[in-house]
């Protein structure tokens, strides 16, 4: 009976958000003017690049090769790992890595804004597993370029707030 009751529930919960018109915000908050722009980079298949890419298209932003649109800029992408700590025979035990992402944004109006972002993380390191260790290190990166890029939309989008303020 409490499970019938939950199950219940559970589609009296998903009827009412459906028929509310609920859904997720997928670049609800982006300018119309920025609904369209254009990516540069100096390589356009570069991890970062295509991680950006990927995040411009889920916020439902039309990217165009020309046209007089707002320019997304990836000026420079750094990637640096630190040794965090060790272990006692002196082989690395955990790094902190580091995406540092510098890009700018030029509107319509042709005046560029830089906009920064650094994720951090860590990373414990097994030596033993070499392998395994290294696949898992370029899965946090992946990870890293998709967060950077979404805080760059959102500095984006702050930005273009800002600008409309002066």
């Known amino acids: ?3 019938l009751l939950k199950k219940l529930c559970l589609v009296g919960a998903l ?3 459906t028929a509310c018109g609920f859904h997720f915000e997928n670049g609800e908050l982006i300018p119309q003017e920025m609904k369209t722009l254009r990516l540069e980079s100096s390589d ?3 991890a970062m690049t295509i991680a950006m890419r990927k995040q411009l298209r889920a916020n439902n932003i039309q990217l165009v090769e020309q046209g007089d649109v707002v320019v997304l800029r990836l000026n420079n992408v750094r990637e640096n790992s630190e040794v965090a700590s060790i272990f006692k025979q002196g082989r690395e035990a955990e790094k902190v890595l580091v995406l540092q992402v510098e890009a700018s944004v030029q509107l319509k109006n042709k005046q560029r804004y830089p906009i920064n972002t650094q994720v951090t993380r860590t990373f414990f390191d097994n030596s033993r597993a070499a392998l395994a260790k290294s696949a898992e290190k370029e899965v946090i990166w992946n990870d890293m370029r998709e967060q950077a890029a979404r805080q760059l939309i959102t500095k ?3 930005l273009k707030q800002q600008v409309k303020s002066q």
Request: no cysteine; hydrophobic share 60%.
């Open 15 to 17: 009827a009412t958000l």
């Open 1 to 3: 009976m409490l499970n």
């Open 156 to 158: 984006m989008v702050a």
């Open 44 to 46: 356009p298949y570069d």
